[in-house]
């Protein structure tokens, strides 16, 4: 019997270990968002509502680490000259957020997450970036661009996609994901 239930709770705990994600401080902040909102892609207040919170959300971090980036691919899109050096700017790819549909009408309601990242770098860094390759990057959060005035045109327009804008920031630490 002591054999039996020894299995059981090995089995039970690799059945609890495997297989569940841990969701991301950004994805697990939407989700709570979409909770209290479930209908900000239709109606006009609660998006209003959405992108209030999002911005207080943002505006809360500036001069602090930049938490919503821990855990996200952020993948090289290009490097710009600026007046001070160079600039890498990245793009998050984080999973979509999702949470239980409360008006049953589809099983889930979904949000599609856009942020951009924008940082300055050195020239040994700007040659060790590749292509289209993904990174993890921390930092401090500097600046904030809620209207994507750098690079605008690399995200996403869909009436679900929660636009984060543009996280500008300092101090960053770049390396390539590991998967």
């Given at each position: 019997?002591?054999?039996?239930?020894?299995?059981?709770?090995?089995?039970?705990?690799?059945?609890?270990?495997?297989?569940?994600?841990e969701k991301t401080y950004l994805i697990q902040y939407v989700e709570t968002l979409i909770s209290e909102?479930?209908?900000?892609?239709?109606?006009?207040?609660?998006?209003?509502?959405?992108?209030?919170?999002?911005?207080?959300?943002?505006?809360?971090?500036?001069?602090?680490?930049?938490?919503?980036?821990?855990?996200?691919?952020?993948?090289?899109?290009?490097?710009?000259?600026?007046?001070?050096?160079?600039?890498?700017?990245?793009?998050?790819?984080?999973?979509?957020?999702?949470?239980?549909?409360?008006?049953?009408?589809?099983k889930y309601i979904s949000a599609d997450v856009s942020l951009i990242v924008f940082s300055p770098i050195?020239?040994?860094?700007?040659?060790?970036?590749?292509?289209?390759?993904?990174?993890?990057?921390?930092?401090?959060?500097?600046?904030?661009?809620?209207?994507?005035?750098?690079?605008?045109?690399?995200?996403?327009?869909?009436?679900?996609?929660?636009?984060?804008?543009?996280?500008?920031?300092?101090?960053?630490?770049?390396?390539?994901?590991?998967?």
């Amino acid at each position: 019997m002591r054999k039996f239930l020894s299995i059981l709770a090995i089995v039970c705990f690799l059945s609890s270990c495997g297989g569940n994600e841990e969701k991301t401080y950004l994805i697990q902040y939407v989700e709570t968002l979409i909770s209290e909102y479930p209908n900000f892609a239709s109606n006009e207040i609660a998006k209003r509502s959405v992108k209030d919170s999002i911005r207080n959300h943002i505006e809360n971090q500036i001069g602090k680490p930049a938490s919503d980036l821990i855990g996200l691919e952020l993948k090289f899109e290009k490097i710009l000259d600026g007046q001070n050096g160079k600039c890498a700017i990245f793009i998050a790819r984080p999973p979509m957020a999702f949470i239980d549909n409360p008006g049953n009408k589809s099983k889930y309601i979904s949000a599609d997450v856009s942020l951009i990242v924008f940082s300055p770098i050195d020239d040994a860094m700007a040659a060790k970036l590749g292509n289209h390759q993904t990174y993890a990057i921390t930092g401090i959060l500097d600046e904030w661009d809620a209207d994507n005035l750098i690079y605008f045109d690399l995200l996403s327009t869909s009436s679900k996609s929660l636009d984060f804008g543009t996280y500008i920031l300092k101090d960053a630490h770049i390396t390539e994901y590991s998967e």
